[in-house]
């Protein structure tokens, strides 16, 4: 059982340049999530998606696009990278309800020189 | 806004010694609380949860929290700490009704043999 996986493991940017990370879950659950991770800051959410189909901000968007593809892809957009998006990206998914504990996917280490 | 706070960067201790790891929260209402850990290299991993009912929460790996809503508070505890503990811990906490789970700063745990 895979649970969440997340593409690639690391990257390294130029300033300006774009990508795109991939995250799938294979657990059927509806929400989606991805946060960053900086020291000192611990973790802050960028972007959920509550559902197929919905999308929203977190506390940190700007900068950042994302795409419900369907009920197990959910992709974050880095259209013109800039030194401040250096982070650990890590991308989660959980049961409906706020409730329910969320699963993890082992990270993206994003360097923008 | 729903916020939580972990005092402490660092906590120290000796193997067999008990352990906690501090965490306040300020949410308005009945709140619902998580601890989750993170071992180098990985994503988090959910630990234990208050949700409702018993303030004593045991959850993981011998794990177990201890709600206390006149202080505010949901401190991660031990009975006795094994090496294999150490590692990043944190506290979050999710108002009733809102999607959004918020992450303390992270305390990192050092058991020393």
């Known amino acids: 059982n895979a649970g969440v996986t997340q593409t690639p493991k690391f990257q390294v940017l130029k300033t300006g340049q774009s990508m795109t990370l991939q995250c799938a879950q294979d657990?059927?659950?509806?929400?989606m999530y991805w946060y960053r991770q900086d020291p000192g800051m611990g973790l802050r959410l960028i972007y959920y998606s509550a559902s197929e189909g919905t999308t929203d901000k977190g506390e940190v968007p700007n900068g950042y696009n994302v795409s419900r593809l369907n009920k197990r892809e959910f992709s974050l957009r880095l259209e013109s990278a800039a030194p401040s998006q250096t982070s650990v990206y890590f991308c989660?998914?959980?049961?409906?309800?706020?409730?329910?504990?969320?699963?993890f996917g082992s990270g993206t280490q994003l360097s923008v020189l | 806004a729903q916020s939580v706070a972990q005092p402490e960067d660092q906590v120290n201790v000796a193997e067999g010694n008990p352990l906690t790891v501090k965490c306040t929260y300020s949410?308005?209402?009945?709140?619902?609380l998580f601890w989750y850990v993170q071992y180098p290299n990985r994503g988090l991993q959910f630990l234990l949860k208050y949700i409702t009912g018993d303030n004593l929460v045991k959850g993981s790996y011998g794990f177990e929290a201890e709600f206390n809503k006149s202080q505010t508070s949901f401190h991660l505890k031990k009975p006795s700490a094994l090496v294999s503990d150490s590692a990043l811990y944190f506290c979050a906490v999710i108002k009733r009704g809102f999607q959004k789970l918020v992450f303390g700063t992270g305390t990192r745990l050092l058991v020393s043999p």
């Open positions: 989660a998914s959980s049961d409906p309800g706020y409730s329910e504990k969320l699963f």
């Open positions: 949410v308005s209402g009945n709140p619902y």
């Open positions: 657990m059927n659950h509806n929400s």
